[in-house]
């Protein structure tokens, strides 16, 4: 039996679509990663019970941070990004997290700096607190060996395939990096927004929006760019398009990120017919309602959709792209 809600929202789901693609379904899927790095930091005396804990996040991690202060009584401060909505903005308060919500910004790398800013101010401010640094820290990799354990004891021996958002690292990184620890040639494929810089497609603009949490304007350090062997960069249109057909072949009502990682797994399944692809779904729909959901007639039929194969980043073009990256280092 579960000792708080966190733990149970935190513990995901695997779903054999067909006899080869594999969803990986969390509801929030950072509080994996927020649990684990905060147990770590009490065990290991950096912080103390009824310490604060600060982070900037644009919705998913705040809401993950807050459960897990909630879960080891600490207290939690975010610095949000204008995309943290009414229903979340609730939530942390009921939660007695605060909220620093920033200014309007149509400009994503404004948006992330003016944060990355504002938790500098705070901590000069409040020399106690601590950052959880999401986006550089590695501590954010130790909740998903649990996840790894599930994955291989589910999918026994089976040629493995992981599909999913780059975001900070602490996601598919990490999954890879505990499954590699028993089967070596577990691929990774990351799916990455037009407009991220983390392996250099900053140059490239969608005209809809980045999508949120698997994409950085500004250089994130715990990403481990050796771990990838394929990436996909997916507009949001694709994406949505993604979304939409997943809901409706197989009633997985999921975020964009997991309508774009749906897109790059159905792709590398239908290429490598000896391996089962697992894609990660890192959160519900919920939020996406109105901005993709409400959208679904204008979702095109995800067969007429197919990546445009680059041999370098000079290459990428929307609304798709696929790119060999064989676990090479970083972009210059």
Excluded at 240 to 251: F, M, T, Y
Excluded at 272 to 278: E, H, Y
Excluded at 300 to 328: C, F, K, T, Y
Aim: net charge negative; glycine share 10%; aromatic share 6%.
């Amino acid at each position: 039996m579960d000792q708080h809600i966190a733990e149970a929202i935190g513990r995901p789901d695997l779903i054999r679509l067909d006899d080869r693609l594999v969803c990986l379904r969390f509801e929030t899927m950072k509080v994996v990663s927020a649990l684990a790095a905060v147990r770590h930091l009490l065990d290991t005396g950096v912080v103390r019970p009824g310490d604060t804990l600060l982070d900037s996040s644009s919705g998913i991690y705040a809401y993950a941070l807050a459960l897990a202060c909630h879960r080891h009584g600490m207290h939690c401060h975010i610095v949000g990004s204008t995309t943290v909505d009414h229903t979340l903005r609730t939530q942390l308060a009921v939660l007695g997290a605060t909220l620093e919500q920033m200014e309007p910004c149509s400009d994503l790398k404004l948006d992330q700096k003016r944060r990355v800013e504002r938790v500098h101010e705070i901590l000069a401010e409040h020399p106690g607190h601590h950052w959880m640094r999401q986006y550089h820290d590695d501590v954010h990799y130790l909740g998903y060996r649990a996840v790894a354990d599930l994955v291989r004891a589910s999918t026994g021996g089976e040629a493995l395939t992981v599909v999913g958002g780059v975001g900070s690292g602490a996601s598919t990184g990490a999954l890879a990096h505990y499954l590699r620890e028993d089967a070596p040639g577990t691929e990774l494929v990351g799916v990455q927004p037009f407009g991220s810089v983390t392996f250099g497609a900053g140059h490239v603009a969608d005209p809809e929006i980045i999508i949120a949490g698997i994409g950085s304007s500004i250089p994130f350090g715990n990403v481990r760019h050796a771990s990838y062997d394929t990436l996909h960069w997916i507009s949001f249109d694709a994406a949505l398009a993604g979304s939409v057909d997943l809901l409706r072949r197989h009633a997985v009502f999921a975020g964009l990120s997991t309508g774009a990682g749906y897109l790059a797994a159905r792709w590398e399944r239908d290429r490598s017919p000896g391996r089962t692809v697992l894609f990660v779904a890192a959160d519900t729909g919920h939020r996406y309602v109105d901005t993709v959901y409400a959208r679904h007639r204008e979702a095109v039929p995800i067969g007429s959709l197919a990546p445009r194969q680059v041999a370098g980043r000079e290459g990428l073009a929307l609304p798709w792209s696929r790119m060999d990256w064989n676990r090479a280092d970083p972009p210059s």
